[in-house]
C-alpha cells in the first residue's frame, strides 16, 4: 500500500512539474459519435452607445431643469423634472455613474498612471459643474437622482436651528476630502459605498445600504434633503461654482417688497434675510482681519492633527490592514479560515515585500492626512470669518452656496413679473 | 458722496466675483484636462481574471446583486469530459452517482450530459449557480481548471466600484474595456499556451 501510494506521489509530482509539456492533466478525448461541443456564451454588457445615451440625457434634462428655474421660474416644471430624474437616472438607470461619484473616478485618472478613466465619467463630472458656474445649482435642483428622490419626500420640512446648520455644513468638505484621500491612494471609493440610495433605486442591496437609505428618507420628511445639505461631496464643489455663477436665479423677478413669504418657503434655511451693518465698522474691520489672521494657524492645527490620524485612516486600505493583521499576528498565516491570509500566502509575495507597500501607502496617507487636515482647518477658518462678516443687505436673497435652486420661493412670491 | 461709496463696493464685488468665476472655471479646465489625458471612449466594465482567482466564495457574499452577477462558465475546450469530475463530485462522495449527496454543488447548477462512453458533458444551469467557486476549486485542484467564474454582463449593473473587487483578495478583479469584456478561458491565457481549438 505504502510502495503504490509513494509511485502515485511520484507520478503525480512528475505530472505537475511539466505544466509545459502536460498543459492538461486530461487531455480533451477525441469523440466517436460526432457530439458538437456547446459554445460558453457571452453575454454583452450595455452598449456604448447606451452610455452616451446618458451623457446626452443627463445635458438634456440639465437644460430643462435651467430652464424652468432661470428662464420660466416654474416650480411646477422643476417639479416634473425631478420627478423624471428619480425615474430615469434613479430608477431605470439605477444610480451609477453619477456625478457625485465621478469625483473619485477623476481623483483616481489624477493619481494612478494605470487607470483608464472613461469619457463618460469624466463628461458626468465636468458637466454639472460647468453649468452651476453659469446658472447656480440647477443640477442639484432636479436632475441629481439623490437629491430628486430626497425632495419628493421633503413634506414637513422644519427649520434647523443656523448654528446647527453650519457645524453640520462642515460634514461634506470632510467627506470630500476623505473621498479625495481614499480615491487617490488607490484605496476605496468611499462616496459609492455609502451611497443611501442606489440601494433603493436597485431594489437590491446589503441590509446595511437599505437601512442608511430608508433612514435618510424618514429623517428627509423633516429635515429636508439632508444628504445633499449635510453629507454630499459634490455639492461642495457645486456650491463654490454657484457663489460665483454668472446668472443665479433670484426669487423676485423685478423688485422685493419685503413680504417674508419666501423665507418661510425654504425648506433648506437657505434664503438670507435684509440685515443693516452692526457696530462699529472700523472695529468690524479690525475682527475680520484678526479671524483672517488665524486661517493659517487653523491650516496648521488642522494638518498637524490630519497626519496624526494618517495611521488609523490608513487601517480602510486593504493592503495596509492585512500588514498590520500579519505583523501582529503572524500565527494567522497559517490560519486556513482566515481568507486573505490564505491569499496572501499563496500569491508567494514576500512578507518583507508586504510591510513595504504597506509603508508606502501609509506615508501617501501621513501626507494626504496634512492636506486634508490643512483643508479643513482652511473651510473652518473660512465659516468663522463668513459668520463674522456683515454685509448689508436691503432684500431677500437666496444664499448663492446653499440654494439649491428647487424654485419653491418664486412660487410664494407675490410679485410676478 | 455715499452713492459713490456704495458704486465703487457694488463694482468691487462685481470684480470679485468675475476673479474668482474665472479661477473657479480655468481651475476646473485644468483638473478636466489632466483627467482627459487618461480618458478612453471605450466604456469600462468589471471582470475577473480566472488566473487570479483563488476561489475564496466572496463573489456569491459581497455582490450588490442577489444572487450575484458572478457566474460559474464551462471553457469546455479545455474540459476533460471525465466520469470522476472533480468540480460535479464532492471529494469523498459515496458513489459516482449524480445523486444530490454526491455532488460539489450546492445548488445542483452543473448538470451532466452523457455523450459517449466514458465521457461526460458537464452544464452550468446559471439560473442556479451564485458564484461559490466550490466547483472552480474542486476543478482546478483536480482537474484541468476549465469550470471558472465570470462577471456575467447581462446581471451586472457595472457599480462605479465593484463591491467584490473591495475585498477580492487576489485582486482578480480589474476594468477591462466593454468591448472585451471577457476572459473566459481557453481565448484568454496568461502564462500558459492557447489551448488547442478542438
Redesign the interface.
Known amino acids: 500500500m505504502n510502495r503504490i501510494s509513494k509511485i502515485f506521489f511520484a507520478i503525480a509530482a512528475f505530472l505537475l512539474s511539466l505544466p509545459a509539456w502536460a498543459q492538461q492533466r486530461f487531455p480533451k478525448p477525441e469523440f466517436e459519435t460526432g457530439y458538437v461541443q456547446p459554445a460558453t456564451s457571452q453575454a454583452p454588457p450595455r452598449g456604448l452607445f447606451l452610455e452616451y445615451l446618458d451623457v446626452f440625457m443627463l445635458v438634456a434634462v440639465l437644460v430643462v431643469a435651467t430652464w424652468f428655474v432661470v428662464k420660466k421660474r416654474s416650480r411646477r416644471g422643476v417639479l416634473w423634472t425631478t420627478v423624471f430624474a428619480v425615474l430615469y437616472f434613479g430608477f431605470f438607470r439605477q444610480g451609477c455613474i453619477c456625478s457625485i461619484g465621478a469625483i473619485q473616478n477623476v481623483t483616481l485618472a489624477l493619481f494612478d498612471p494605470t487607470y483608464v478613466l472613461p469619457f463618460t465619467a469624466l463628461l458626468f463630472f465636468v458637466i454639472p459643474l460647468v453649468v452651476t458656474l453659469f446658472y447656480g445649482r440647477t443640477f442639484c435642483a432636479a436632475v441629481c437622482p439623490l437629491g430628486a428622490i430626497q425632495d419628493l419626500v421633503a413634506f414637513r420640512p422644519i427649520e434647523l436651528p443656523r448654528w446647527l446648520q453650519k457645524v453640520l455644513g462642515i460634514i461634506p468638505y470632510l467627506y470630500l476630502a476623505l473621498a479625495v484621500l481614499y480615491a487617490a491612494t488607490s484605496s476605496e471609493f468611499l462616496i459609492c459605498r455609502y451611497d443611501p440610495f442606489v440601494g433603493i433605486f436597485r431594489f437590491d442591496a446589503e441590509f446595511q445600504m437599505l437601512l442608511l437609505g430608508g433612514l435618510f428618507l424618514l429623517v428627509g420628511i423633516f429635515v429636508a434633503r439632508p444628504y445633499c445639505r449635510f453629507f454630499c461631496p459634490y455639492g461642495v464643489l457645486l456650491g463654490w461654482m454657484s457663489t460665483f455663477s454668472k446668472k443665479h436665479m433670484t426669487i423676485t423677478p423685478s423688485n422685493c417688497i419685503q413680504c417674508k413669504l419666501c423665507a418661510n418657503s425654504c425648506p433648506f434655511g437657505a434664503i438670507e434675510e435684509p440685515v443693516e451693518e452692526q457696530g462699529n465698522r472700523r472695529s468690524n474691520v479690525q475682527r475680520l482681519m484678526t479671524y483672517l489672521f488665524f486661517i493659517p494657524l487653523w491650516i496648521g492645527i488642522g494638518g498637524l492633527a490630519g497626519s496624526m490620524m494618517h495611521v488609523p485612516l490608513a487601517k480602510f486600505n486593504s493592503t495596509v490592514y492585512l500588514a498590520e493583521q500579519l505583523v501582529e499576528h503572524p500565527e494567522l498565516k497559517q490560519d486556513q479560515e482566515h481568507i486573505d491570509a490564505r491569499a496572501f500566502m499563496q500569491s508567494g509575495k514576500s512578507m518583507d515585500q508586504l510591510v513595504a507597500e504597506a509603508k508606502e501607502i501609509r506615508s501617501q496617507f501621513y501626507w494626504g492626512g496634512w492636506i486634508v487636515g490643512g483643508f479643513l482647518g482652511l473651510v473652518i477658518g473660512l465659516t468663522l470669518l463668513k459668520l463674522s462678516s456683515h454685509r448689508n443687505r436691503y432684500d431677500y436673497e437666496p444664499d448663492k452656496t446653499n440654494c439649491l435652486s428647487c424654485g419653491r420661493c418664486m412660487d410664494y412670491c407675490p410679485v410676478k413679473n | 458722496m455715499s452713492d459713490k461709496k456704495e458704486h465703487k463696493q457694488a463694482s468691487r464685488r462685481e470684480f470679485i ?1 468675475t476673479g ?2 474665472w479661477t ?2 480655468v481651475s ?1 479646465a485644468g ?2 484636462t ?3 489625458l ?8 468589471w471582470q475577473l481574471d480566472p488566473f487570479k482567482c ?1 476561489y ?3 463573489c456569491a457574499d459581497y455582490c ?3 444572487p450575484s452577477a458572478v457566474k460559474c ?10 466520469d470522476l469530475c472533480g468540480g460535479y463530485l464532492k471529494p469523498d462522495a459515496n458513489a459516482l452517482s449524480t445523486a444530490a449527496e454526491n455532488q460539489l454543488c450546492p445548488t445542483s447548477a452543473i448538470r451532466r450530459k452523457f ?2 462512453d466514458p ?1 461526460f ?1 458537464y ?1 452550468i444551469d446559471e439560473e442556479l449557480c451564485f458564484g461559490c467557486a466550490k466547483c472552480v476549486e474542486g476543478c482546478s485542484s483536480f ?2 481548471g476549465s469550470l471558472h467564474l465570470q462577471v ?10 465593484c ?1 467584490i473587487a ?2 477580492c ?2 485582486d482578480a478583479f480589474e ?1 477591462v474595456p ?2 472585451n ?2 476572459k ?1 478561458k481557453g481565448d484568454f491565457s496568461v502564462g ?2 492557447e ?1 488547442n481549438p ?1
Open positions: 466675483q474668482m468665476r473657479l472655471g476646473l483638473v478636466a489632466a483627467a482627459a487618461k480618458v478612453s471612449a471605450d466604456d469600462y466594465v483563488v475564496c466564495g466572496r450588490v446583486m442577489t462558465v464551462h471553457a469546455y475546450d479545455l474540459c476533460g469530459y471525465c455523450v459517449e465521457y458533458e452544464e482537474g484541468n456575467r454582463h447581462d446581471l451586472c449593473v457595472n457599480c462605479n466600484e463591491s473591495r475585498v483578495p487576489a476594468r466593454a468591448s469584456p471577457y473566459i500558459t499556451d489551448s478542438a
